[in-house]
């Protein structure tokens, strides 16, 4: 018959057992609830309030921008911030806004006001839709565009939609098109605009504005690819053609 004493160790050894299990459980159990108030706290940056203004802006920038027709709308997709992130709480987040509102942009979010500071970036999406062209049909790489090749649809300036079809006319496709795709400049062969030594206008774009001068091109003008102007003051620029003798220079 076991000793009361040996059987007073067994209960210890028991109740010993019992409460580490009764803690470790508790510690998961709080663990689990600090990582749900710290992933509750990401999905809270920004708040519905600051979301809404952050698609407001980016809307009216997109609005504005010289390259938008009469007529288009403009559509403000935002994303999310990585769900790994663990920011702390902060009283006052101010934007840092991206040079243009134009298709996939990142805003600057960054805590001024808090325990920790911080700063992330949002990613956004800024489509710009307004009535263009796409292909009528399937078009093979090599085709020279006619209008029997193109349909009128809404396109997304943003991500290379074409509203004016005589600038599609008499070009020639670099890939093939799928009916219904819309005909962005990049899917048309590259044409040269000028060569290095002339003179170009150069059109500087900004939010709201524009400004126009006249430089010298230092490289041959490859439509899509930049190209550094030297200005009538002697400052060199980088813009990208965009017509015979000209080049664009967004700020």
Do not use: K
């Amino acid at each position: 018959m076991p000793s009361p004493r040996g059987s007073g160790r067994v209960d210890v050894v028991r109740f010993a057992s019992r409460l580490c299990a009764r803690v470790g459980a508790g510690l998961a159990l709080a663990a689990a609830s600090l990582a749900a108030v710290a992933q509750a706290a990401v999905a809270e940056v920004p708040d519905a309030a600051l979301r809404e203004q952050l698609r407001a802006t980016l809307q009216q920038a997109a609005a504005a921008h010289p390259r938008v027709p009469p007529g288009a709308r403009t559509v403000v997709e935002l994303g999310r911030l990585d769900a790994r992130l663990r920011l702390a709480p902060c009283e006052r987040i101010e934007p840092q806004w991206p040079a243009s509102a134009w298709g996939a942009v990142r805003v600057g979010l960054r805590c001024t006001a808090g325990p920790t500071r911080w700063h992330v970036h949002l990613p956004a999406t800024v489509q710009v839709l307004a009535p263009g062209w796409v292909a009528a049909a399937d078009l093979a790489a090599g085709t020279e565009l006619e209008a029997a090749h193109l349909r009128r649809a809404e396109v997304d300036l943003a991500a290379g939609g074409v509203v004016e079809q005589p600038l599609l006319l008499g070009r020639t496709l670099a890939r093939p098109l799928a009916a219904g795709a819309p005909v962005r400049a990049a899917d048309l062969r590259a044409r040269q605009w000028f060569a290095a030594g002339d003179v170009v206008q150069v059109v500087a774009v900004g939010r709201g504005y524009r400004i126009s001068g006249q430089g010298q091109a230092m490289a041959a003008g490859i439509e899509g690819q930049r190209v550094r102007v030297r200005t009538d003051s002697g400052r060199i620029v980088t813009g990208v053609p965009v017509a015979p003798s000209r080049v664009e220079v967004t700020l």
